[in-house]
């Protein structure tokens, strides 16, 4: 690892009457591949929207390197290294697949690099290739999903916030796009931040978990010390104190 690349401190958020998080922390390091899981409305978008700068925080802290970056712009949080892949995928439908790369690579100035870079995702996504000149919006929604995390792959991330991958998505098409995120971890030298409601193939593939529920966080450890689920299954259901199972893994 090579330090601690974001920090969420004491967050909490509130949309008018409705308390979305309730002093959420955590911290991803350099390198990791770190899991929110959570039951719908937990607050796992939300959070990952405040690390984004989609909502800002009413109290707490958010810093990247050290560094506060509450009250910037999205597009200010995104030159700092950070890319949300959204619920939803939030492609451009009527635009080809194509176009919708090139958007994806609109923060860098080197058009050189982003053309190399459009060129080795191509390799890495041969199905977004076939499909280049098609409108996106006739992709399935497993290949939907590859141009989502395509996209923001684009912004050559540090770090990659990733909302929901498997929402909606066959067993099959769900591991592939896990295939493909864990190959960008290697490949790119990707940090990953990533959503899901269900810890199955978390438990494999990520090095720690944060279990959220109810805006609060009820449980953090290392994957390999929650491998019987039991831990996870207390605090994502709320069966007894999920606070006790906790596992501490930041000096």
């Not at 506060?68 to 200010?76: A, C, N, T």
């Not at 689920?229 to 104190?241: K, L, P, Q, W």
Request: glycine content about 12%.
């Amino acid at each position: 690892m090579m330090g601690r690349l974001v920090e969420v401190d004491d967050i909490h958020v509130r949309y008018g009457d409705l308390v979305a998080l309730r002093g959420v922390s955590l911290a991803v390091e350099e390198g990791e591949v770190v899991c929110i899981i959570g039951p719908n409305g937990a607050g796992k978008s939300t959070t990952l929207a405040a690390i984004a700068g989609g909502v800002t925080p009413e109290a707490g802290a958010i810093r990247i390197d050290g560094r506060s970056i509450l009250g910037q712009r999205p597009e200010q949080i995104a030159r700092l290294g950070l890319s949300l892949v959204p619920e939803g995928r939030h492609i451009f439908g009527t635009l080809t697949v194509d176009e919708n790369l090139r958007i994806g690579g609109y923060i860098q100035r080197d058009r050189t690099a982003a053309k190399a870079d459009l060129e080795r995702l191509l390799e890495l996504f041969p199905r977004l290739a076939e499909r280049l000149h098609y409108p996106a919006g006739r992709l399935s929604g497993g290949e939907q999903q590859m141009l989502a995390v395509a996209r923001a792959v684009m912004t050559r991330p540090r770090l990659l916030l990733v909302d929901e991958p498997s929402l909606g998505l066959a067993p099959k098409i769900i591991d592939q796009i896990y295939e493909i995120l864990l190959d960008l971890r290697q490949r790119a030298k990707l940090t990953l931040l990533i959503n899901e409601q269900s810890s199955n193939r978390i438990l494999k593939h990520a090095d720690r978990i944060y279990v959220l529920r109810g805006g609060s966080m009820q449980l953090e450890g290392r994957a390999a010390d929650l491998q019987d689920g039991e831990a996870i299954r207390h605090a994502y259901f709320g069966f007894g104190n999920g606070h006790s199972a906790r596992k501490e893994t930041h000096a």
